[in-house]
């Protein structure tokens, strides 16, 4: 049967060309980057071209990029890096787990945390972050681009407040790389984050830009690596893969049919409004990424709605996530002030350069299909049907 991956918000597939670049340096190329031995010179090489490359993607230098684990790992350096006990940050209700637990731990150990609201579209507005400041605001967190929804944040705004008072601007822009043109210079930020495995490189590598004359406390103690920033020796392979990927991406959003997802996800969306009734797309008019489509059904319920399209042969994935065994609305959708009904009833359909037409043809049908059945067996959908 043919698989459809529609859930690359979460991870995409890795470019052949980035796994190509990687191969060697598993076995061949296998040198630790610290030895100073031909092998460790060939790594630390690779290392060095993979930090331009990744620098370019964003408009950075080579010496501002911290390899790390993951995007992750890049949000909690940023955070705890900058912020100490006694200093206030600033962040968004919609930030990734990954920046938000990172505050609410700086909150546990001292630090005061502020988290800003978002409108019924998912926008924060720059007034609320200007409104925030205190005198002993450090840092400034929010995202470019929301995992669930696709909605761009007002960064250039954010970034013009945070330079004028003297604050640090930290940016998750995990969703964005790849997808859209990012600049750390036109955004303004000190600090933004990036993963390997949302941008066709493998999972386990990411990276963070720190701007020239950032101070970063390193939350990994052991050697000298990443310039005191990151200790611990270098995934290699995951570097050469992110460099690889970067320049991919590059090239990708320098190309005439760059915005073949963007034409894909709005046949798709558009198929689905037009073919199913009761649905909504929850980012409504707000700017967003151009592979994301966060839609709510009525009366469906977005985990049986992901299991039976699974079982259909699309992947995606839905507004509610597992955790202690009980599905949890989620934060985004409910910062937007969704009911955590209408989170629950959500399918985030993420798109990626490997999508096709004939992905997104098969997707919709199966999107009608699944629907259909669903409410159908729905008491809630009959009565309202009886009603209406
Ligand atoms: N930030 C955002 C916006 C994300 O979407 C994700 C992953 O979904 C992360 C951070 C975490 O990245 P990683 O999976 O590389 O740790």
Redesign the pocket.
Known sequence: MLRVYLDN??STPVLPEVLAAMQPYFAESFGNPSSIHQNGQTARAAIEDARESVARLIGARGSEIVFTS????A?NLAVAGIAAPGDHIITSSIE?H??LHACRYAASQGCEVTEVPVNGTGVVDPADVRRAIRRNTRLISV?FA??ETGVLQPVDEIGKIAAGSGIHFHT?A??GAGKIALDVTKIGCSLM?L????MHAP?GV?ALFVRKGTQVRASLQGGPQERFRRAGTENVPGIVGLGRAASASRLALSEPNGGMVEILRNRLEQGILNRVDGCTVNSGPAPRTPNTASIRFDCIDGEAMVIALDLQGVAASSGAACSSGATKPSHVLTAMGLTPAQARSTIRFSLGRQTTEADIDFALDAVIVTVARLRALSPRYSAEMVRS
């Open positions: 918000n979460a993951g995007g992750t790992e949000d990734h990954a920046v995202m929301n995992n998750d995990v969703q984050s993963s390997g495995h949302k999972q990411g």
